[in-house]
T-cell receptor, first 115, second 115 residues
């Protein structure tokens, strides 16, 4: 089955700096790559996603890049703010059409924004 | 619009007992997925239900089961509890079935402790 590796496990950056989290996946059939943010005591929340027919996607301070050849994708957060502190999960899915596989998640990155 | 509701939020059981967790999806969502979250293994897919049918199942033993009712509410059951079943169980709802069909909306989870 699919395997998703995520690095680093912990990332500490100064407020205002950029943060980058990287993930690799094993199954070349994966075609959907979402990123979820989980704050303490809450469930994960989707922050951005990308499909395999797109190389990059941006939403304000957040961007995701995908390299299908290398089978890796990254989350970029610019101008980090205290509210960006959370655990971030990358995920991958193979599911096609009416297929119903679940998401395979990375182990998570604890992002700490230092004031 | 009400979010995903999971009950109970916290529960303590002893080894050998069984437990039933409940999830009410967002109104109009017909897909409900369940995930187990632990510090060591991260988020792992248990199963997904869509229109009362189990669409897919992750790599968990048969002690883990679920069902979905006609109103899309879902329950999961774990029988013969083991210490390793201690985890946060997250329910997620979505409009469509399949891991790659779009955003999953997670509840806040049910935290199970097995003693």
């Amino acid at each position: 089955g699919e395997n998703v590796e995520q690095h680093p496990s912990t990332l500490s950056v100064q407020e205002g700096d950029s943060a980058v989290i990287k993930c690799t996946y094993s199954d070349s059939a994966s075609n959907y790559f979402p990123w979820y943010k989980q704050e303490l005591g809450k469930g994960p929340q989707l922050i951005i996603d990308i499909r395999s027919n797109v190389g990059e996607k941006k939403d304000q301070r957040i961007a995701v890049t995908l390299n299908k050849t290398a089978k890796h994708f990254s989350l970029h957060i610019t101008e980090t703010q205290p509210e960006d502190s959370a655990v971030y999960f990358c995920a991958a899915s193979i599911g096609s059409g009416g297929g119903a596989d679940g998401l395979t998640f990375g182990k998570g990155t604890h992002l700490i924004i230092q004031p | 619009k009400a979010g995903v509701t999971q009950t109970p939020r916290y529960l303590i059981k002893t080894r050998g007992q069984q437990v039933t967790l409940s999830c009410s999806p967002i109104s109009g969502h017909r897909s409900v997925s369940w995930y187990q979250q632990t510090p060591g293994q991260g988020l792992q897919f248990l199963f997904e239900y869509f229109s009362e049918t189990q669409r897919n199942k992750g790599n968990f033993p048969g002690r883990f089961s679920g069902r979905q009712f006609s109103n899309s509410r879902s329950e999961m059951n774990v029988s013969t509890l083991e210490l390793g079943d201690s985890a946060l169980y997250l329910c997620a709802s979505s409009l469509f079935s399949g891991g790659n069909t779009g955003e999953l909306f997670f509840g806040e989870g049910s935290r199970l402790t097995v003693l």
